[in-house]
């Protein structure tokens, strides 16, 4: 390959590394992973959350039953212990079995309340169950697919910083130098073809004393416009 045809290939590869090295740097997909990740975090949050109010509320069902039960029994204990003949003791009876009634009914009311309260709350639960095991399969596909894109990247980034290693090898200190430092002022476009009388990046027409000039140049000159390195020569193999 000959000196102009290793530069160009050289810039080649540099843009194409630029690109890829700026691609995976920036991939959307990562930025949307991370989105997608404290949303996750989020719905799991909310899923402990929930957790922690049915838990609540279980516990106050069970208070009421056992709330319940003694209520239950202080009525069974009054009334084994009354004396049908004592007026008063019938009295205080009625009294007791009154109180304990309303208290029943107290908590009947609650309970309702609170079962309903429960039922609603195991519905979200389960739903936002469904929603957070869906999510969650839909992260790990979005990170494979991530991964595998950005395997795909950094592949071809190797595999470039590869061959632009052989290609630096193949040119003298001189001809690397100058290729870095045109590169560098250039930003990655310091390699230019002649097309005619045309560099191909420039794009300013020489005259004829400048074509008569470069013809004794070799294959790799200087634009005298833009001081890019210009390539006359292509020629494959050496």
């Given at each position: 390959?000959?000196?102009?045809?290793?530069?160009?290939?050289?810039?080649?590869?540099?843009?194409?590394?630029?690109r890829?090295?700026?691609?995976?740097?920036?991939?959307?997909?990562?930025?949307?992973?991370?989105?997608?990740?404290?949303?996750?975090?989020?719905?799991?949050?909310?899923?402990?959350?929930?957790?922690?109010?049915?838990?609540?509320?279980?516990?106050?069902?069970?208070?009421?039953?056992?709330?319940?039960?003694?209520?239950?029994?202080?009525?069974?204990?009054?009334?084994?212990?009354?004396?049908?003949?004592?007026?008063?003791?019938?009295?205080q009876?009625?009294?007791e079995l009154?109180?304990?009634?309303?208290?029943?009914e107290?908590?009947?009311?609650d309970?309702k309340?609170?079962?309903?309260?429960?039922?609603?709350?195991?519905?979200k639960?389960?739903?936002?169950?469904?929603?957070?095991?869906?999510?969650?399969?839909?992260?790990?596909?979005?990170?494979?697919?991530?991964?595998?894109?950005?395997?795909?990247?950094?592949?071809?980034?190797?595999?470039?910083?590869h061959?632009?290693?052989?290609?630096?090898?193949?040119?003298?200190?001189?001809t690397?130098?100058?290729?870095?430092?045109?590169?560098?002022?250039?930003?990655?476009?310091?390699?230019?073809?002649?097309?005619?009388?045309?560099?191909?990046?420039?794009?300013?027409?020489?005259?004829?004393?400048?074509?008569?000039?470069?013809?004794?140049?070799?294959?790799?000159?200087?634009?005298?416009?833009?001081?890019?390195?210009l390539?006359?020569?292509?020629?494959?193999?050496?």
């Amino acid at each position: 390959m000959s000196v102009g045809s290793t530069l160009l290939k050289l810039q080649e590869l540099d843009l194409s590394l630029e690109r890829d090295r700026k691609a995976l740097a920036e991939m959307p997909e990562i930025a949307e992973l991370a989105k997608k990740r404290r949303a996750y975090q989020k719905l799991k949050a909310d899923a402990t959350k929930l957790y922690a109010q049915r838990k609540d509320l279980e516990t106050y069902l069970k208070e009421l039953d056992d709330q319940e039960m003694d209520a239950n029994d202080d009525i069974r204990i009054a009334q084994r212990n009354v004396d049908s003949s004592d007026y008063r003791s019938v009295q205080q009876l009625e009294l007791e079995l009154s109180d304990l009634a309303k208290k029943l009914e107290r908590i009947a009311f609650d309970r309702k309340d609170y079962e309903a309260k429960l039922a609603e709350l195991k519905k979200k639960e389960d739903y936002l169950a469904e929603y957070t095991a869906k999510f969650e399969a839909s992260v790990i596909a979005d990170t494979k697919r991530a991964r595998e894109k950005a395997g795909s990247l950094k592949d071809a980034i190797d595999a470039s910083e590869h061959q632009r290693a052989s290609l630096l090898n193949t040119l003298d200190a001189g001809t690397r130098s100058s290729y870095e430092a045109a590169a560098k002022r250039f930003r990655g476009l310091g390699v230019e073809r002649l097309e005619g009388n045309v560099p191909t990046v420039c794009r300013m027409t020489l005259q004829a004393s400048s074509l008569d000039a470069l013809k004794h140049a070799g294959d790799v000159a200087e634009c005298p416009y833009c001081h890019r390195i210009l390539i006359l020569s292509e020629d494959g193999e050496e």
